[in-house]
C-alpha cells in the first residue's frame, strides 16, 4: 500500500510539473500582459513603459498594456502590483521611489520590495535636471545656494511626490547646501513642471523628457544636472557636483520591471529575454539617449543586487536629512 502511495504521489507530481509546463509554454497568449505605471501619463516612466510595451508585444506576439495607477509617489500602484495574481500578466513598472527610496520613508509601506516582487531587468537611467522659472534672478547652483541662504524658506520647489527623485534630489540639495526650501509635492512630474511654468514654484529637479522642451524654448532656464558629471544630452549643462562644496552631490534616477512574487522562473525569464531585446530597438534606445538616460539591461539576479544597493544607500540618506512619513 505504502508503495502504491508512492507511485500515486509521484504520478501526480509529474502531471503537475507537466500540466504546469504546459501553461508556462503557453505564456503569454491567454490575455494582455498589463504594465502598471504607478505614475500619470507623461512622465519618463510612462514615455518608457509605452515604448517598451510596444517592443514587447511584437516580440511576445501578444498584446502588451500600459495601465497608469499614480498616488503617493508611486505607492498605491507598487501595492496593486504587489498583490496581482503571480501568473505573469501584471507587471510593475518599478523605480528607485517604489524599490529604493519609499521602503525608508514610509512606516506602512503596504509591501516588502524584495519579498514581494520578483526582479525581471533594470531598464535604464537618467539623472535630473534642475531647472528654474526665468523671472528668478538665479543663474547658476552657486546664486541658488546664495540666494536661499539670504531668504530662507523664500524659495520652494515642487516635486512629483514625496519620494521621487525629484524630491530626492531637492532634499539632499538642501542637506548638502544646509539651505531651506520649502518642498510643494504633485502627483507626477508633468504637474510639478506646470506649476513651475506658472509661478507656483521656484524650482524643480526633473526628468529631462519633461523639462528640456521648455528649457529649449526659454520658458525654463536649467542650471545643472544631477549626474556626478555631465550628460552626454546636455553638455553645456554642468553637474551640481562642479559646484564648491556640492562635489558629493549625485541623484541618478532608474526604471525597471518586477513581477510580482511566485511568479514561475521560466516566465520571468522570457519576460527578461523579451525585455532585453526591446531595448537594443532603436525606438527605445534612441529616446533613452536622447532624453538623457543611458540603457541599462542584464539579468534580474543584476536587478536584485541593485535593488539591494539602492535600499541601503537611500536608508542612509534619508535618516541623514530626517525625512518620514507615517503612510
Known sequence: MRRLNR????????????????????????????????????????????????????????????????????????????????????VLLSQIASHGSLPALHKKLGYDPVRNFEPVILLAAHPNVLVINPTRSPRNVAELISLAKAKPGALNY?????????????????????????????QGGAPAITALLGGQVDIVFSDFSTAMPHVKTGALRALAVTSKTRSPAAPDIPAVAETPGMQDFEVVSWISLHYPAGVPEAIVQRLNAAANKALKAPAVADWVTNSGGMVKGGTPADLARHVDSELAKWKKVIDRTGISTEE
Open 7 to 90: 507511485f500515486l504521489m509521484s504520478g501526480l507530481v509529474a502531471l503537475a510539473m507537466t500540466m504546469g509546463g504546459a501553461a508556462h509554454a503557453e505564456w503569454p497568449h491567454d490575455k494582455p500582459i498589463t504594465i502598471i505605471v504607478p505614475f500619470p501619463p507623461g512622465g519618463v516612466t510612462d514615455v518608457l513603459a509605452r515604448l517598451v510595451a510596444k517592443e514587447l508585444s511584437t516580440s511576445l506576439a501578444q498584446s502588451v498594456i500600459v495601465q497608469n495607477r499614480p498616488g503617493a509617489a508611486g505607492l498605491l500602484g507598487t501595492r496593486v502590483a504587489a498583490q496581482a495574481a503571480p501568473d505573469g500578466y501584471t
Open 158 to 186: 515642487g516635486s512629483a511626490g514625496i519620494g521621487t527623485t525629484f524630491f530626492l534630489s531637492a532634499e539632499l540639495f538642501k542637506s548638502m547646501a544646509n539651505v531651506f526650501i520649502t518642498g510643494i509635492h504633485y
